[in-house]
């Protein structure tokens, strides 16, 4: 598969490297996303420049956490139905080697959602990490049934 990915960390230019690697394969309970659309988080970005501190997490990163896509194969205890069904995936290189920046990912089943048909892929791709976060951002503190809430800079990272 094509895939961009680095090896040691630092300004883009410097370390992501384009080219072909093995298709990834699921394991029980995952599934394999032909990817349509890679998202670019904030988060993926301070990753590569090592901006938390923490170093290469492992030997090769293919980057972004979300993406969206079609699921063309599946591993073990994951129901058949949902080959050739449209999702959108979170959480992808969060605490795993490899992300949406390749033609192929692998997640487990529960991280890749399904997106309706009338639904761009490039949207789906932009619903992980930034709707999650304005999910928590909104219930952290309770229900809100009932209430009137600011939404302040809801279009951006």
């Known amino acids: 598969m094509n895939a961009a990915w680095y090896e040691k960390q630092g300004p883009a230019r410097q370390v992501l490297v384009v080219g072909t690697l093995p298709d990834p394969e699921p394991e029980p309970g995952e599934v394999r996303i032909r990817v349509a659309a890679s ?3 904030p988060g993926d ?3 590569r420049q090592n901006a938390f501190g923490y170093g290469m997490p492992f030997p090769r990163v293919i980057p972004h956490s979300d993406g969206a896509g079609t699921i063309d194969r599946i ?3 994951v129901a058949r139905p949902r080959i050739g069904e449209r999702v959108w995936c979170y959480g992808a290189q969060s605490y795993r080697a490899f992300g949406t920046a390749a033609e192929y990912v692998v997640v487990p089943s529960s991280q890749a959602v399904p997106l309706p048909d009338g ?3 490039e949207q789906g791709a932009c619903l992980g990490i930034p709707g999650i ?5 909104v219930h952290a503190a309770g229900p809100v049934a009932g209430r009137t809430l ?3 800079g809801g279009a951006g990272a």
């Open 75 to 77: 591993g073990q205890g």
């Open 119 to 121: 639904v761009p892929f």
């Open 133 to 137: 976060t304005a999910h928590r951002a």
């Open 39 to 41: 998202g670019i988080n």
């Open 45 to 47: 970005v301070k990753k």
């Open 150 to 152: 600011l939404v302040q």
